[in-house]
């Protein structure tokens, strides 16, 4: 059974940054691609980043340029590094196991395709 456990959230001030870590463990074979989630209470998750072990990585057009992803993927590893965070993305972060998913398809979802493996997810606050 894969297990996926995040780490790193917390709080900080607008402006700041933040680095959330993840470690997918449990499965027989080696995962080609992570990514990371965020939802906002009451809305649809949000696919923020994503990055496969060739190093091929994705980003939400509201979070280019301020976010970077990357990982271990022999370690099954994947890091968000957030910069310059604003007090609308305090929401709650949820790494996931793409499997052998392409990082664009893992990132944007496809109703005929759920990822099956999520993490707890961890929250970020960011004050104004």
């Known amino acids: 059974q894969v297990q996926i456990m995040e780490s790193g959230g917390g709080s900080v001030q607008a402006g700041g940054s933040l680095r959330l870590s993840c470690e997918a463990s449990?499965?027989?074979?080696?995962?080609?691609?992570m990514g990371w989630f965020r939802q906002v209470s009451g809305k649809e998750r949000e696919g923020v980043a994503a990055?496969?072990?060739?190093?091929?990585?994705t980003y939400a057009d509201s979070v280019k340029g301020r976010f970077s992803i990357s990982g271990e993927d022999t370690k099954n590893l994947v890091y968000l590094q957030m910069d310059s965070l604003q007090p609308g993305e305090t929401v709650m972060y949820y790494c996931?196991?793409?499997?052998?998913?392409?990082?664009?398809?893992?990132?944007?979802?496809?109703?005929?395709?759920?990822?099956?493996?999520w993490g707890q997810g961890t929250q970020v606050t960011v004050s104004s």
């Open positions: 990055i496969d072990n060739d190093g091929k990585t």
């Open positions: 996931v196991d793409g499997a052998c998913r392409p990082v664009t398809r893992l990132r944007r979802g496809a109703p005929d395709d759920p990822i099956e493996y």
């Open positions: 449990g499965s027989k074979f080696r995962t080609y691609s």
